[in-house]
Structure formats: structure tokens, C-alpha cells
């Protein structure tokens, strides 16, 4: 597609379950970005992903973060057993390198 | 470590008024990216301009410029003659230039609100 596509949109769970958060990013971007962008903060990085190298999982918060990027196009961000804090749109970027990153409309997570 | 700094967290205006969003950065890194981009309330964040940290040229793209001055790490943003358009929030962002994907380290916003 013309753009980096986010699903779902939203997303409403419980405290305690696992999500599942997808980003198709621009055909032939070889960069995948995650970060996160919660209520009145800015945006927090998470995870990025380029070719073929080991992702760089600095940003994430904690080990019930995880995601991987199968194919080197989509890529799936896992929350396992969610809990309030997080609570946030998660924003996926793709880039060729570092010129033009695009990003995704986000998805919009409420953990209630 | 990189740091972006942006201390006006809101700033509100009259349309036509010109208005200065400041930013302020901190790294070790003697060669660097910065770049601007807007969020307006649909949410997508929209990409407005990358620098290079050789470039300390100006920058205008129609009412936007854009103020890059290394001896002071800052890199400010101003809209001439505003527009109820143009509010939104606007995060100033800072990245390595090293070969390869490289993340962003994002200031915490400035919401921009432009009163008709």
C-alpha cells in the first residue's frame, strides 16, 4: 500500500490479557520502528527492526514486550498480560534508512 | 545519551500571528539528524523536515522556517501568519547519522492551538 498500515485501530482488553498489535509498513522499507505514545507524553521508542540484522530491543519496557517482523515486511507487537500503564497509542514507523520515516495512523490501546 | 528538549508544552494564538516553537538538543554524536514533524488530531505524525548536522543553512518551505544553530543545540521552528490549520502538536526529533535505521528521540510536543 501507498502508506504504513496500523490494525486494529483500537483496542479495548482486560488487565491480564495478551494483545496483538500489526504494522504493515511501505513496501520495500527496509526499517520497522515501534514506539509509543502515551496520554499528555511524547513518543517513547520501543523497537526497531532493520534487514536482516538482530532488532534493537532497548526500548522496551519490559520482558511482556516482544515483537518480531516476519518476512522483513510485517511485524507484530505482543503485550502478554496487559496491564493498565499500558495504555497508549502504539505508532509504527518505516523508513528506507533514516530518509523519510513514515508512520502508521497507530493503534489505540485501553487496558481496562 | 540523546536528549530533545521542548519546554513550551502549549501555545495558543490568533490567526496571522507568526509564532516560534523552540527546541533544544543534547548529544555526543558530532554528526546527527533533526527533524520536525506534526501531529494534528487524526493522530498520523507527518513528516515536516530532516537537517543534517553539517547543514546549519536556514530553511523555508513556504510559511514554515526553520532556525538550526549548533552553537547554541537548537533547532527552532517558526509559522508566519498562522492558520487554524496548523494546530496541532509538533514533537522536535533527534537521530544518529550512522548507516542504517536509527531511532528517534522525540521531545515530549508542543501543542500549537490557533484560535480563528
Same mark, same amino acid.
Given at each position: 500500500?501507498?502508506?504504513?498500515?496500523?490494525?486494529?485501530?483500537?483496542?479495548?482488553?482486560?488487565?491480564?490479557?495478551?494483545?496483538?498489535?500489526?504494522?504493515?509498513?511501505?513496501?520495500?522499507?527496509?526499517?520497522?520502528?515501534?514506539?509509543?505514545?502515551?496520554?499528555?507524553?511524547?513518543?517513547?521508542?520501543?523497537?526497531?527492526?532493520?534487514?536482516?540484522?538482530?532488532?534493537?530491543? &532497548?526500548?522496551?519496557?519490559?520482558?511482556?514486550? /516482544?515483537? *518480531?517482523?516476519? +518476512?522483513?515486511?510485517?511485524?507484530?507487537? %505482543?503485550?502478554?498480560?496487559?496491564?493498565?500503564?499500558? &495504555?497508549?497509542?502504539?505508532?509504527?514507523?518505516? /523508513?528506507? *534508512?533514516?530518509? +523519510?520515516?513514515?508512520?502508521?495512523?497507530? %493503534?489505540?490501546?485501553?487496558?481496562? | 545519551?540523546?536528549?530533545?528538549?521542548?519546554?513550551?508544552?502549549?501555545?495558543?494564538?490568533?490567526?496571522?500571528?507568526?509564532?516560534?516553537?523552540?527546541?533544544?538538543?543534547?548529544?555526543?554524536?558530532?554528526?546527527?539528524?533533526?527533524?520536525?514533524?506534526?501531529?494534528?488530531?487524526?493522530?498520523?505524525?507527518?513528516?515536516?523536515?530532516?537537517?543534517?548536522?553539517?547543514?546549519?543553512?536556514?530553511?523555508?518551505?513556504?510559511?514554515?522556517?526553520?532556525?538550526?544553530?549548533?552553537?547554541?543545540?537548537?533547532?527552532?521552528?517558526?509559522?508566519?501568519?498562522?492558520?487554524?490549520?496548523?494546530?496541532?502538536?509538533?514533537?522536535?526529533?533527534?537521530?544518529?547519522?550512522?548507516?542504517?535505521?536509527?531511532?528517534?528521540?522525540?521531545?515530549?510536543?508542543?501543542?500549537?492551538?490557533?484560535?480563528?
Amino acid at each position: 500500500g501507498a502508506g504504513v498500515s496500523q490494525s486494529p485501530s483500537n483496542k479495548v482488553t482486560e488487565k491480564g490479557k495478551d494483545v496483538e498489535l500489526r504494522c504493515d509498513p511501505i513496501s520495500g522499507h527496509t526499517a520497522l520502528y515501534w514506539y509509543r505514545q502515551s496520554l499528555g507524553q511524547g513518543l517513547e521508542f520501543l523497537i526497531y527492526f532493520q534487514g536482516n540484522s538482530a532488532p534493537d530491543k &532497548s526500548g522496551l519496557p519490559s520482558d511482556r514486550f /516482544s515483537a *518480531e517482523r516476519t +518476512g522483513g515486511s510485517v511485524s507484530t507487537l %505482543t503485550i502478554q498480560r496487559t496491564q493498565q500503564e499500558d &495504555s497508549a497509542v502504539y505508532l509504527c514507523a518505516s /523508513s528506507l *534508512e533514516q530518509y +523519510g520515516y513514515t508512520f502508521g495512523s497507530g %493503534t489505540r490501546l485501553t487496558v481496562v | 545519551a540523546q536528549k530533545v528538549t521542548q519546554a513550551q508544552t502549549e501555545i495558543s494564538v490568533v490567526e496571522k500571528e507568526d509564532v516560534t516553537l523552540d527546541c533544544v538538543y543534547e548529544t555526543r554524536d558530532t554528526t546527527y539528524y533533526l527533524f520536525w514533524y506534526k501531529q494534528p488530531p487524526s493522530g498520523e505524525l507527518v513528516f515536516l523536515i530532516r537537517r543534517n548536522s553539517f547543514d546549519e543553512q536556514n530553511e523555508i518551505s513556504g510559511r514554515y522556517s526553520w532556525n538550526f544553530q549548533k552553537s547554541t543545540s537548537s533547532f527552532n521552528f517558526t509559522i508566519t501568519a498562522s492558520q487554524v490549520v496548523d494546530s496541532a502538536v509538533y514533537f522536535c526529533a533527534l537521530s544518529e547519522a550512522r548507516r542504517g535505521a536509527q531511532k528517534l528521540v522525540f521531545g515530549q510536543g508542543t501543542r500549537l492551538t490557533i484560535n480563528p
